[in-house]
């Protein structure tokens, strides 16, 4: 036997409030990256305007390593009734499946994908002594070296390390990739002359370039940026060329569509703050704010330029 429904309760039904993501408890918020890096600074100040509106603490939790892979898993694993979210990297939705044999989920069938809250344009690096004024020099310059050019990366695999695998293939110079534990050493051998290029990060770009410890060539971003005006783009010299580490909000595969509009809801609203696009512009990030079926177009599109790098450079980790 059915129980009616009042015809009030039918009435009131769209304007009752949607439920809070997780009950009597704070939202973590998974992040593969580590405490103070970028990527978790932006993160931060994102939950902190997320707890705001939903009324809940919402609590950054790390678990750097192995590209993201490893916080990815645990959001994979999560229940997908809010209580779990996460930063995405852009990596992790579409660059590892390519890098790694075996992956502990499946980046198109586990995760919820939300909103794209940051981009991070690299920028093409010399060392200062570099004869080069410009990246319609660096070719000429690398080919008269007599041998391969030696290519800082902060780490075999990473966005930066696949950017140069692709700008050397674009401007046709061979380079042999000299892998670091992320860029601080990178950028002091770049500095010191003893590797001939990298692309690096913004954020940890600028502060070398503004030290006259290394010399900016161009932007990786699809186009000039105002995070470093005066700063051409590559995609100027090389059409078509864009390079950027990105990062996503995300849930679980499943959350219910209700939880999911409410979250791109609030995160829309807190990154139109001009208060807070300051202080992402200030960690070297733009907000780009694709949902939905742009959300779903940028990573097709990040997954078929990244595989075809990869292929053609021969990258593989374990």
């Known amino acids: 036997m059915t129980c009616p429904i009042p015809r009030r309760?039918?009435?009131?039904a769209p304007f009752l409030p949607i439920p809070a993501l997780a009950q009597d408890r704070p939202v973590r918020l998974l992040i593969g990256m580590p405490a103070g890096a970028a990527p978790d600074l932006l993160t931060r100040l994102l939950a902190e305007r997320l707890a705001a509106g939903l009324?809940?603490?919402?609590?950054?939790e790390n678990r750097p390593g192995a590209t993201g892979n490893l916080a990815a898993a645990a959001l994979a694993r999560a229940a997908p009734d809010g209580g779990t979210i996460g930063t995405l990297?852009?990596?992790?939705?579409?660059?590892?499946?390519?890098?790694?044999?075996?992956?502990?989920?499946?980046?198109?069938?586990?995760?919820?994908?939300?909103?794209?809250?940051?981009?991070?344009p690299g920028v093409v690096l010399v060392p200062r002594e570099a004869p080069v004024a410009g990246l319609a020099?660096?070719?000429?310059?690398?080919?008269?070296?007599?041998?391969?050019?030696l290519v800082a990366t902060p780490g075999a695999g990473t966005i930066p390390h696949?950017?140069?695998?692709?700008?050397?293939?674009?401007?046709?110079?061979?380079?042999?990739?000299?892998?670091?534990?992320?860029?601080p050493d990178a950028l002091r051998d770049l500095a010191a002359g003893r590797v001939q290029l990298m692309v690096a990060p913004l954020p940890a770009a600028?502060?070398?370039?503004?030290?006259?410890?290394?010399?900016?060539?161009?932007?990786?971003?699809?186009?000039?940026?105002?995070?470093?005006?005066?700063?051409?783009?590559?995609?100027?010299?090389?059409?078509?060329?864009v390079a950027?580490?990105?990062?996503?909000?995300?849930?679980?595969?499943?959350?219910?569509a209700p939880q999911a509009e409410r979250l791109v809801a609030l995160a829309r609203a807190a990154l139109a703050?001009?208060?807070?696009?300051?202080?992402?512009?200030?960690?070297?990030?733009?907000?780009?704010?694709?949902?939905?079926?742009?959300?779903?177009?940028?990573?097709?599109?990040?997954?078929?330029?990244?595989?075809?790098?990869?292929?053609?450079?021969?990258?593989?980790?374990?």
């Open 162 to 183: 696949l950017a140069a695998e692709m700008l050397l293939r674009a401007i046709g110079v061979p380079g042999e990739m000299v892998h670091y534990r992320g860029d």
């Open 55 to 60: 009324g809940q603490a919402v609590i950054v």
């Open 137 to 149: 020099e660096l070719g000429p310059w690398l080919r008269g070296l007599g041998r391969p050019a």
């Open 273 to 318: 703050d001009p208060a807070l696009v300051a202080r992402f512009a200030a960690l070297g990030a733009e907000i780009p704010g694709e949902a939905g079926a742009a959300l779903a177009a940028v990573i097709a599109a990040e997954d078929a330029r990244w595989g075809g790098v990869i292929r053609d450079a021969g990258v593989r980790l374990d």
């Open 244 to 256: 950027e580490s990105w990062l996503a909000l995300g849930a679980p595969a499943g959350l219910p």
């Open 89 to 120: 990297l852009g990596a992790t939705l579409a660059i590892n499946r390519h890098l790694y044999p075996e992956l502990p989920f499946d980046p198109a069938r586990d995760f919820a994908p939300l909103l794209r809250f940051a981009r991070f």
């Open 9 to 12: 309760a039918l009435l009131l």
């Open 206 to 241: 600028l502060p070398q370039v503004e030290a006259g410890r290394a010399r900016a060539l161009a932007v990786t971003a699809a186009a000039r940026t105002p995070l470093a005006p005066g700063l051409p783009a590559v995609a100027e010299t090389v059409p078509g060329f």
